[in-house]
Nanobody
């Protein structure tokens, strides 16, 4: 099973910023649409943002204007820049790769806590 390696989570105050990173094996990354999901206490998981292999992006309404997803194809890495964070953004954030053959890969998750 290929591994996606996430980093960048932590504790931040309301209205602060964090940047999450997710590195993938080259053969997976180059063939995949990449996404960030988050899972709230209680188990509900939602798509936060996604980016196709050619750079088209999509965002959940709750994060539009605050979060930005991007990818660096030379580094096989996808990023999630999170600005103006709110307590309701508190969740475990997961990186996802969806290959052109329909395979799904997940990272281990990184905790983001927004609290004063």
């Amino acid at each position: 099973q290929a591994r996606l390696v996430e980093s960048g989570g932590g504790l931040v105050q309301p209205w602060g910023s964090l940047r999450l990173s997710c590195a993938a094996p080259r053969n997976i990354f180059s063939a995949s649409d990449m996404g960030w999901y988050r899972q709230f206490p209680g188990g509900y998981r939602e798509l936060v943002a996604s980016i196709t292999d050619i750079g088209s992006t999509n965002y959940a309404d709750s994060v539009k204007g605050r979060f930005t997803i991007s990818r660096d194809n030379a580094k096989n890495t996808v990023y999630l820049q999170m600005n103006s964070l709110k307590p309701e953004d508190t969740a475990v954030y997961y990186c996802n790769a969806h290959t052109d053959r329909g395979y799904l890969y997940w990272g281990q998750g990184t905790q983001v806590t927004v609290s004063s």
